[in-house]
């Protein structure tokens, strides 16, 4: 199975901050990484997917990039509304697989 | 508009069975994969199965497998996941979701307690 590994798991920023949250993988996905926001009590949303592209509606604040096996969700100047957990996924291959979260507070 | 309603969840003994249903709407439903994905409590995103347009392929985690049967009908643009043998571990919030996972439904809450 393919590992997703997520950092941090809890980031706490100031407003106006760049914030960039990542996941590892072990095993090459190419650009199957998917990037997702979930507020509490509610459903994902998915922000980035094909590792780079932003999502119908997603602020352009928020982009995807990739390093290698290295995949960065990056919030360039960071909002209020942007306190969430945020999770990846793999797609490439069965199991997908999901980082372990990063909750993303203001400080 | 794409909509996706769970339904079907609730409280349930361990080693009971429970079926979840997800209507899905403003779409052409037979021409996507769908999928379930669950989140227990205060814990992550966790991929269940998954299902092709036309049903003819699963696929599932090493955790449900031969326990948990996901299945369409296309006719009905629904999505099922049916769960045997339920165990406490399985207790969570369980999301349908488009291939893609671009749409989710909004979740329906499954407890396995005795």
């Known amino acids: 199975d393919i590992q997703m590994t997520q950092s941090p798991s809890s980031l706490s920023a100031s407003l106006g901050d760049r914030v960039t949250i990542t996941c590892r993988a072990s095993q090459d996905i190419g650009n199957y990484l998917t990037w997702f926001q979930q507020k509490p009590g509610k459903s994902p949303r998915r922000m980035i997917y094909g590792a780079t592209n932003l999502a119908a509606g997603v602020p352009s604040r928020f982009s995807g990039s990739r390093s290698g096996s290295d995949y960065s969700l990056t919030i360039s100047s960071l909002e209020s509304e942007d306190v969430a957990d945020y999770h990846c996924?793999?797609?490439?291959?069965?199991?997908?697989?999901f980082g372990s979260g990063t909750k993303l507070e203001i400080k | 508009e794409v909509q996706l309603v769970e339904s079907g969840g609730g409280l349930v003994q361990p080693g009971r069975s429970l079926k979840l249903s997800c209507a899905a709407s403003g779409f052409t439903f037979s021409n996507y994969y769908m999928a379930w994905v669950r989140q227990a409590p205060t814990k992550g995103l966790e991929w269940v199965a998954s299902i092709t347009n036309s049903g003819g392929s699963t696929y599932y985690r090493d955790s449900v497998k031969g326990r948990f049967t996901i299945s369409r009908d296309n006719a009905k643009s629904t999505l099922y996941l049916q769960m045997d043998s339920l165990r406490s571990e399985d207790t969570a919030t369980y999301y349908c979701t488009r291939a893609g996972f671009d749409y989710w439904g909004q979740g329906v809450m499954v407890t396995v307690s005795s």
């Open positions: 996924l793999q797609s490439i291959q069965y199991p997908l697989t």
